[in-house]
C-alpha cells in the first residue's frame, strides 16, 4: 500500500496559477502512473492528468495546455502545475498511485475565484 499526501492546493483568483504536490511513502520508480483527479462539487471524479513509470504524459481535454504533471522520484513525489487557473477548475484534487492496486490521497482543495 502507498501513502500519499497532497499539498499545495488553496484559494487563487481566476488566470493564477497553483503547484500541487503529492508525496509517496514508497519509492514511484516502479509504480504504473501516477494520476491526479479532481471532484468538483455534485460531479463525479473525472482522470486530470496520468504520467507513467515512463514518463508519458495524458491530460483531459480540458486542461490541455494549461496543467503540466511531472515526477521527481528521488524525492517520490508528483506534481501538479496548474497555470491559467478557471473558476471551473474548482474541485478537490486528488492523488493516486496506480500499482498493484490504486492508493489514494486524501485531497487537496483547490477554489478559483472569477
Known amino acids: 500500500q502507498v501513502h500519499l499526501v497532497e499539498s499545495g492546493g488553496g484559494l487563487v483568483q481566476a488566470g493564477g496559477s497553483l503547484r500541487l504536490s503529492c508525496s509517496a511513502s514508497?519509492?514511484?520508480?516502479?509504480?504504473?502512473?501516477m494520476q491526479w483527479y479532481r471532484q468538483a462539487p455534485g460531479k463525479q471524479r473525472e482522470l486530470v492528468a496520468t504520467?507513467?513509470?515512463?514518463?508519458?504524459?495524458n491530460y483531459a481535454d480540458s486542461v490541455k495546455g494549461r496543467f503540466t504533471i511531472s515526477r521527481d522520484n528521488a524525492r517520490n513525489t508528483v506534481y501538479l502545475q496548474m497555470n491559467s487557473l478557471k473558476p471551473d477548475d474548482t474541485a478537490v484534487y486528488y492523488c493516486?498511485?496506480?500499482?498493484?492496486?490504486?492508493?489514494w490521497g486524501q485531497g487537496t482543495q483547490v477554489t478559483v475565484s472569477s
Open positions: 514508497v519509492s514511484i520508480f516502479s509504480i504504473n502512473a
Open positions: 493516486s498511485a496506480l500499482g498493484r492496486f490504486r492508493d
Open positions: 504520467i507513467s513509470a515512463s514518463g508519458s504524459t
